[in-house]
C-alpha cells in the first residue's frame, strides 16, 4: 500500500509486505523510543489525539510515539470536554480538528466511527479502536510482539500456535489480530470464550477462508497445552447491557502460575493487550505471573510506541529522514529497557 497520506482503519487494508514494512521501521525506532538518541523529523508537525473512551496505553504511546519524533500533541478526552456535549457532529468536528492537526488518532465507542470521522477529515486518521470493530494499530504491535517472542524461542511466525482467551465476542483487538493473521496462512489458531461470546462468525471464515487451522473451545487448561503464545483478553464489560451480564463471565478463565506450569509448554510466551483486570473476581492474569520470564505483557506494551512511531513516519512520510534530524540524548537513561 501506499503509506504516505493514508487512513490506517482496519488491518484488512495491509498485505503481508506493507507489515514487513511498518515492522523494518519499528526495529529503526528503537534507540528513539529508547530515548538513546533523539529526533526532530516531525518538528512542527502536530497530532490530534481525540480518546471517547477511556484509555491508558494507547493513548499515551500514541501521544510519546508522536513527541519522540519531535512533534507535538494537542489532545481531548471524553465526549464531555468536546462540543460533541453540545451536538455537534462527527462531520463537523473532523473538518475543524483535520485544519489543527496533520495527523489524528481517535477512538470512539461506536463501530464504524473513526472511518465516518475520516471521510470528513483532511488528514490522514488513525482508528485506536471503535467500539468492538477493529484497534488496527494494536494488532500490529501485537504481531510484532509475537515476531520478536517467538524468534528469540526459535520459532516463527509462519507456524505460530497461537490461543486467544476471553471475550472474544467483543474484543476488538482480537478481532483486529485474527483478520491479520489471515496473512499468514500456516498459523494455528484455538479460539477460547464462553459460547456466548465466541469469536463472530465471520472473522472465524475468512481464517479457515485465508487457510488457517482454527479450533474453538469454552476450556482453558486443554485449549493452552500446545502454543507458543496464549493471548488473554479481559471481559469487555462496557460492551455489556449490565454488570450483572458482564459479571456471568468475569473470572471464568484465569491463567495463574500453577495451571501455566501444569498446562503450557515450556516457554509459552503470555501475552495480554492489557489492562487485565486485577480486581478479585476477575484475574484473567494473575499477578503471581508477574516474575515469569515468559511474561510478554509489559515488553508488548513497550513495543506500542516502536510500531506507533513506524506509522506515523510511514504516514508522514519520513521514514528515511529519522537518521538525518538526530542526536545522542545527554541526560541519564540508564536501566529503562
Ligand atoms: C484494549 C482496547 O481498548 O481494546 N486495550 C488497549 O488498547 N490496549 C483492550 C481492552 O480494553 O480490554
Request: no cysteine; hydrophobic share 40%; proline share 2%.
Given at each position: 500500500m501506499q503509506f504516505a497520506g493514508s487512513h490506517i482503519l482496519s488491518v484488512q487494508q495491509f498485505q503481508r509486505d506493507d507489515v514487513e514494512r511498518i515492522f523494518a521501521v519499528a526495529d529503526d525506532m528503537r534507540p528513539y523510543a529508547q530515548r538513546?538518541?533523539?529526533?526532530?523529523?516531525?518538528?512542527?508537525?502536530?497530532?490530534?489525539?481525540?480518546?471517547?473512551?477511556?484509555?491508558?496505553?494507547?493513548?499515551?504511546?500514541?501521544?510519546?510515539?508522536?513527541?519522540?519524533?519531535?512533534?507535538?500533541?494537542?489532545?481531548?478526552?471524553?465526549?464531555?470536554?468536546?462540543?460533541?456535549?453540545?451536538?455537534?457532529?462527527?462531520?463537523?468536528?473532523?473538518?475543524?480538528?483535520?485544519?489543527?492537526?496533520?495527523?489524528?488518532?481517535?477512538?470512539h465507542p461506536a463501530e464504524g466511527s473513526v472511518g465516518e470521522f475520516a471521510v470528513a477529515s483532511r488528514v490522514p486518521v488513525i482508528n485506536g479502536g471503535d467500539g468492538s470493530n477493529e484497534h488496527?494499530?494494536?494488532?500490529?504491535?501485537?504481531?510484532?510482539?509475537?515476531?520478536?517472542?517467538?524468534?528469540?524461542?526459535?520459532?516463527?511466525?509462519?507456524?505460530?500456535?497461537?490461543?486467544?482467551?476471553?471475550?472474544l465476542r467483543h474484543g476488538r483487538t482480537v478481532h483486529s489480530l485474527c483478520k491479520l493473521l489471515c496473512l499468514f496462512p500456516n498459523v494455528q489458531v484455538v479460539l477460547v470464550s464462553p459460547l456466548e461470546l465466541r469469536m463472530p462468525g465471520e472473522i472465524v471464515e475468512d481464517m479457515r477462508k485465508s487457510g488457517l487451522q482454527v479450533m474453538e473451545s469454552d476450556v482453558l487448561e486443554a485449549s493452552i497445552a500446545h502454543v507458543d503464545i496464549v493471548y488473554s483478553?479481559?471481559?469487555q464489560e462496557e460492551r455489556f447491557s449490565s454488570q450483572e451480564e458482564a459479571d456471568l463471565y468475569r473470572g471464568r478463565f484465569r491463567l495463574n502460575q500453577s495451571i501455566y506450569t501444569s498446562h503450557c509448554e515450556p516457554n509459552t510466551v503470555i501475552m495480554h493487550p492489557l489492562p487485565r483486570d486485577s480486581r478479585d473476581n476477575a484475574r484473567e492474569l494473575d499477578d503471581d505471573l508477574n516474575d515469569n520470564p515468559n511474561l510478554a505483557i509489559f515488553r508488548q506494551a513497550d513495543n506500542g510506541v516502536l510500531v506507533r512511531m513506524a506509522l506515523f513516519a510511514l504516514i508522514l512520510d519520513v521514514a528515511e529522514q529519522v537518521d538525518r534530524h538526530a542526536r545522542d540524548v545527554s541526560w541519564y537513561t540508564a536501566g529503562r529497557f
Open positions: 538513546r538518541r533523539i529526533t526532530r523529523v516531525l518538528e512542527g508537525a502536530i497530532l490530534g489525539s481525540m480518546f471517547f473512551e477511556p484509555s491508558t496505553r494507547t493513548r499515551v504511546s500514541f501521544g510519546s510515539a508522536f513527541n519522540l519524533l519531535g512533534g507535538e500533541v494537542r489532545e481531548t478526552t471524553g465526549f464531555e470536554s468536546t462540543a460533541i456535549a453540545k451536538g455537534e457532529s462527527l462531520y463537523d468536528t473532523a473538518r475543524v480538528l483535520s485544519g489543527y492537526s496533520d495527523v489524528i488518532a481517535m477512538r488496527p494499530s494494536q494488532a500490529l504491535l501485537d504481531l510484532y510482539t509475537i515476531n520478536s517472542e517467538i524468534a528469540g524461542r526459535g520459532g516463527s511466525i509462519d507456524k505460530l500456535r497461537i490461543a486467544m482467551v476471553g471475550d483478553t479481559r471481559i
